[in-house]
């Protein structure tokens, strides 16, 4: 690690290690947290049931956690899209080499479009996790929180040659809503903190803290 004078011994135990798909709770003052840890194929009833329950326990603003995610199916960031934004908006842009661009638009129930939301993203946020970063940033004006993400924007097909092996292509790449490119550059958050070593230590996530303090007075603004 760039900022280590020494090496560092770390004592590793051989384990499987399941990955959740969703986890989320109910903070004070209403605040629905959600740790999103990937985009496969189980995230969207997951994150209905989520929201739903959310929604039923008076919630009055969303923290949408994607540090650490890298991503997964396209198509399920644009139907997660679908719960903050109208339908119609543009979720994210495909461009191909040509210059010819596809708009990805959500088509969901919208039923969290009008509660604020903060969304935390890292160096670890990828793929998936950054269209629909972008798309929140975007079209709702959603501060992200955190640390630039990784900047995975391309889109590959595979084509499989006579002699039965396969070659992996990009063929395009995404783009924000608003047209910035994603791969190579990542997302700047809105408001930069950073994660140390020592909070992780001391179990300390400023982080998380910016972005309930900021969520908090956005929600006071919104019921004034």
């Known amino acids: 690690r760039e900022d280590w004078q020494e090496a560092k011994e770390f004592k590793v135990t051989r384990k499987i290690i399941v990955v959740p798909t969703l986890d989320w709770e ?9 740790q999103l840890y990937n985009f496969n194929s189980n995230a969207p009833s997951l994150f209905y049931q989520a929201s739903l329950s959310a929604l039923l326990k008076g919630a009055n603003g969303v923290i949408l956690d994607m540090r650490n995610n890298p991503g997964g199916f396209l198509d399920v960031a644009v139907n997660l899209a679908g719960w903050f934004l109208d339908r119609g908006d543009i979720v994210v842009k495909e461009r191909l080499h040509s210059g010819e661009e596809r708009e990805l638009r959500a088509n969901g129930n919208s039923a969290l479009r ?23 940033r975007d079209n709702r004006r959603a501060k992200l929180v955190g640390e630039k993400t990784f900047g995975k924007g391309t889109v590959q097909e595979i084509d499989s040659l006579r002699d039965g ?45 910016k972005a309930l303090e900021i969520l908090e007075s956005e929600i006071l603004i919104s019921k004034s």
Not at 116 to 135: D, K, M, Q, T, Y
Not at 167 to 191: F, M
């Open 114 to 136: 009008k509660l604020p939301v903060v969304v935390l993203v890292n160096g670890g946020s990828a793929s998936a996790s950054e269209i629909l970063a972008g798309a929140l």
């Open 165 to 209: 092996s396969s070659l992996k292509i990009s063929i395009a790449e995404w783009l924000t809503p608003n047209g910035d490119t994603i791969n190579k550059k990542g997302i700047a958050p809105d408001v930069e903190v950073k994660l140390t070593d020592a909070d992780v230590e001391k179990k300390y996530d400023p982080q998380l803290e």
């Open 26 to 34: 109910m903070k004070p003052g209403g605040i629905a947290y959600v």
